[in-house]
Structure formats: C-alpha cells, structure tokens
C-alpha cells in the first residue's frame, strides 16, 4: 500500500500516517462499531489503493454495519472481481443481499460460500435464507 494523506497526528510524530496504519484504524473503528468513523478512514484508501481487495472488503463490510446496503453489495462484488476465490466476500454479500429481501440471489452467493468454506455461520446463513424461502413460497401458495 501506497502513503495515506498527512495526518497531524500520524504515529512518528511527522503527521505521516501510511495506509497500513490507517487500515488497521478503520478496523479497529469498525471492530468498535464505529463504521461511519471507519469509512471516513477508508474511502480516501480506495482512491489510492483500487485494486487492494482487502480495502474494499473493509469498506464493504462498514457500508453493510451502516446499513449502506448499495454501497456495501458494489463493494463485496469489487472484492469479487479482485478475487472470486474471497469465500468472506461472497458470504458477506449473500447476508448484504438478505437485508434487502432478495433472498433467491442471497441463497445462490450463501451457497457458494458454503461450498467453498463448510463454516458453521455460513450454514446457518444458508438455512436461515433457504428457510424464508420456503416460508415465503408457503404462505404465496397457501394464502
């Protein structure tokens, strides 16, 4: 990663903070439920750094805990096109893509998320939106 904007207060004391430092930041203000502050941190690192995966993802995951749910699904689909391996991602943008009640795409992006990492949350995530489906398709057949 390339050199951030000076801050004043950079950690040498010259106001240079590097976008190592400022990433770890805006993780830590995410971890901290401060996405708003995270992102304020971030977007100028997508500027410098657009091909960084990993600084998508973590604008895309603050967009997703703002409930900037455009934002956070164009995010996780940048991360997507830089490395359609980011298995994260892809659960990451099914869960986006479930809060905006689009349940048949959130499946498809759960399940390829469960297919390439077996993780229990991704399993959860899959039932969870399998489950809505049915219930859904349930209560249009029945009602």
Same mark, same amino acid.
Request: charged share 30%; net charge negative.
């Given at each position: 990663?390339?050199?951030?904007?000076?801050?004043?207060?950079?950690?040498?004391?010259?106001? @240079?903070?590097? /976008?190592?430092?400022? *990433? #770890? %930041? !805006? $993780?830590?203000?995410?971890?901290?439920?401060?996405? +708003? =502050?995270?992102?304020?941190?971030?977007?100028?690192?997508?500027?410098?750094?657009?091909?960084?995966?990993?600084?998508?993802?973590?604008?895309?995951? @603050?967009?997703? /805990?703002?409930?900037? *749910? #455009? %934002? !956070? $699904?164009?995010?996780?689909?940048?991360?997507?096109? +830089? =490395?359609?391996?980011?298995?994260?991602?892809?659960?990451?943008?099914?869960?986006?893509?479930?809060?905006?009640?689009?349940?048949?795409?959130?499946?498809?992006?759960?399940?390829?998320?469960?297919?390439?990492?077996?993780?229990?949350?991704?399993?959860?995530?899959?039932?969870?939106?399998?489950?809505?489906?049915?219930?859904?398709?349930?209560?249009?057949?029945?009602?």
């Amino acid at each position: 990663m390339s050199a951030a904007q000076p801050d004043p207060d950079g950690p040498d004391g010259t106001g @240079a903070v590097s /976008a190592v430092d400022a *990433f #770890r %930041r !805006a $993780e830590d203000l995410l971890e901290h439920r401060r996405p +708003l =502050d995270a992102l304020k941190i971030v977007v100028p690192l997508l500027e410098s750094e657009p091909e960084a995966a990993s600084v998508h993802l973590l604008a895309a995951r @603050a967009y997703l /805990a703002s409930a900037q *749910f #455009r %934002r !956070a $699904e164009a995010g996780f689909l940048r991360v997507l096109e +830089l =490395d359609p391996s980011d298995h994260y991602a892809r659960f990451a943008l099914g869960r986006t893509l479930q809060r905006q009640s689009r349940l048949e795409e959130a499946r498809t992006q759960l399940r390829m998320a469960a297919a390439m990492d077996p993780r229990p949350e991704y399993q959860e995530a899959l039932g969870e939106v399998s489950a809505n489906i049915a219930f859904r398709s349930d209560r249009a057949g029945g009602g």
